[in-house]
């Protein structure tokens, strides 16, 4: 009998899963914000320290100096990959043009922007000059190596979500590429709301949002928004349906703060203003689940990389005491979990 010769093929092994860059908003490096701001050094550390994170994310304070950043990289090993801020059109054109500037220099490649609902004499901000503002940004980020992406967040001129279809296909028109930043609690959080919903043109909502906003939803909006290649880059941030407001501290006299962030892990007694109930994060968890599997399987059409953004301020975690920083560790440890679970 003739001795079975090996194959000249060997056999084939499994794919090595592609690793999922998980990066941190430096705002969110922080225990909370009754101790004093940790400098930019300390931040840097700390988020190496933790091993959690590939880059940070930072957003453009003008009074600001930079010139630390490049430095602060190479050390700790930790890239700016990302940068941004929030712009009212006819008011903030040189502060957008300097800062994708310096982002690009610094070495970010993803310019996020907020930009408001009105234009700074008032007016509601119309498509046409939202337009003219992002392709500003679009030419001087295509010089600079650092693209611009538009956030869907409240108080911006897509918190009225359906326009940001409108404007995606008029830039279609132009073959001009629409780049949006996705977080999924500037929507989620909104669900049962009656004036959050109005705020977002959706008064007349018979199912309090859930066909537009709910990840179970009929006509469910992040997935139109995906599917279009729109979305460029993520945030990660949980909420949870039903809670009315952050009453512990105020975004403008009398006026509470928003409820878009509810801790991932349970905080310790008395340093959130509610009960905690793992159960009410599961809407906003089946929607990043979403995300992670349409990044897994449409490579070229969805952002690949998500920025964990837990942070103070009125209408996140401010006035709370719980630990923001490992909230957001907490949280970049379940991304790489589910991420690995896809391959």
């Known amino acids: 009998m003739t001795p079975a010769t090996p194959s000249s093929t060997p056999p084939a ?3 090595t899963p592609r690793p999922l ?4 908003n430096l705002d969110g490096v922080l225990r909370h914000d009754g101790l004093p701001t940790p400098t930019a050094g300390e931040r840097l550390a700390w988020v190496a320290r933790s091993g959690a994170f590939d880059y940070v994310e930072k957003n453009l304070d003008p009074r600001e100096d930079f010139s630390p950043y490049p430095a602060l990289a190479e050390q700790h090993g930790l890239p700016l990959g990302v940068m941004g801020g929030i712009f009212c059109v006819g008011r903030d054109e040189v502060f957008m043009r300097w800062g994708i500037a310096l982002a690009g220099r610094l070495g970010a490649r993803l310019f996020n922007m ?7 004499d008032g007016h509601t901000l119309s498509d046409e000059e939202l337009m003219a503002f992002y392709l500003d940004a679009l030419d001087h980020g295509t010089r600079a ?14 918190e009225r979500f359906r326009r940001v279809a409108a404007v995606g296909e008029r830039l279609a028109q132009r073959h001009l590429p629409l780049r949006l930043t996705l977080d999924h609690s500037h929507l989620i959080f909104k669900l049962g709301q009656a004036a959050e919903l109005a705020a977002s043109g959706l008064a007349d909502a018979p199912d309090g949002g859930h066909a537009l906003l709910a990840p179970d939803g ?7 928004l995906l599917r279009e290649g729109w979305v460029v880059h993520a945030h990660a941030r949980s909420v949870a349906p039903g809670v009315a407001c952050n009453p512990v501290q105020q975004r403008a006299p009398g006026v509470p703060g928003r409820a878009i962030q509810y801790p991932f892990i349970e905080p310790p007694p008395g340093s959130f203003h509610t009960d905690w109930q793992a159960q009410r994060l599961e809407p906003w968890k089946q929607a990043v689940r979403d995300l992670l599997h349409w990044m897994r399987t449409e490579p070229h059409r969805a952002p690949q990389q998500i920025s964990c953004e837990f942070i103070p301020f009125p209408d996140y975690g401010g006035g709370a005491r719980y630990d923001i920083m490992g909230q957001n560790i907490a949280c970049a440890h379940w991304l790489r979990q589910h991420w690995a679970a896809l391959h």
Do not use: K
């Open 114 to 120: 907020q930009v408001f609902a009105r234009h700074a």
């Open 13 to 15: 092994t499994p794919a």
């Open 21 to 24: 860059p998980v990066g941190i």
């Open 145 to 158: 190596g650092c693209l611009p992406s538009l956030e869907v967040h409240v108080d911006m001129w897509n």
């Open 218 to 224: 009929a006509a469910t909006l992040y997935r139109d």
